[in-house]
């Protein structure tokens, strides 16, 4: 958003699609724009935010003056947000399984996926997408805090957070670091030292083990081959 660079060509991007994904994924495998797909190198990044297999109902009760209506979902709200494909894990899984396999084979050799989940199903999904990419291309587990602890404190720990698995399509995905500059105050606070040679500034810590009562808990240092034991900003 706010980009002045013109879109690519193709006439495909920034589509929104509306209807059950499974039949929207399998047409852009194997339909006509599987072509551009692959032109461009295959899909780069994919987030999912399936349905948490909670069976609750999304029809929304609206009080207009002093009439209640009930708008009911669409049969695509039904088929998107529903637990309508089945009972148990099972068929929620078996449902999951298909779409992430599509996803997988539109994927560029170096895109990566995000899927979102809850406790609910989280542990479930986690064996599927070991199985659909592989436990060696899985690269990290993302817990996101939705709110802070409010119900339930006196029955049991609340459920405060989802999770997003990232997984990468091989291992030769990209992986773009997002940096900042440090401001002035950090550099001046924690930085205090220059090396005279290069005005490189650095910081000093400790590597002694900072527990006294655990004097056992020691680890192996790593020295950094670029830059040894103190780690510097320019």
Not at 46 to 65: H, R
């Amino acid at each position: 958003m706010g980009s002045k660079e013109r879109p690519p060509s193709g006439g495909w991007s920034n589509k929104l699609i509306w209807g059950d994904n499974r039949l929207v994924l399998s047409s852009l495998k194997n339909g006509p724009i599987r072509k551009e797909i692959e032109a461009a190198g295959g899909l780069k990044l994919v987030y999912i935010d399936p349905p948490f297999d909670v069976g609750a109902d999304f029809s929304v009760s609206l009080e207009i003056g002093e009439e209640s209506v009930k708008k009911e979902p669409t049969v695509v709200e039904e088929v998107a947000y529903r637990d309508t494909w089945g009972k148990g894990a099972d068929s929620y899984l078996s449902m999951a399984y298909d779409r992430i396999v599509l996803i997988r084979d539109l994927l560029s050799d170096s895109g990566s996926i995000y899927v979102h989940c809850d406790w609910r199903v989280s542990h479930h999904l986690r064996c599927v997408l070991d199985e659909i990419f592989g436990t060696a291309n899985f690269q990290n587990e993302i817990v996101w805090k939705r709110s802070t602890p409010r119900a339930h404190v006196y029955t049991r720990y609340p459920s405060t957070h989802d999770v997003i698995f990232f997984y990468s399509r091989s291992d030769t995905a990209t992986w773009n670091p997002q940096y900042q500059p440090h401001t002035p105050e950090y550099i001046e606070k924690y930085y205090r030292y220059v090396v005279e040679k290069t005005g490189r500034k650095y910081s000093l810590d400790s590597l002694i083990n900072p527990n006294p009562d655990r004097p056992t808990l020691k680890y192996e240092w790593v020295v950094s081959p670029k830059y040894g034991a103190i780690q510097g900003i320019e």
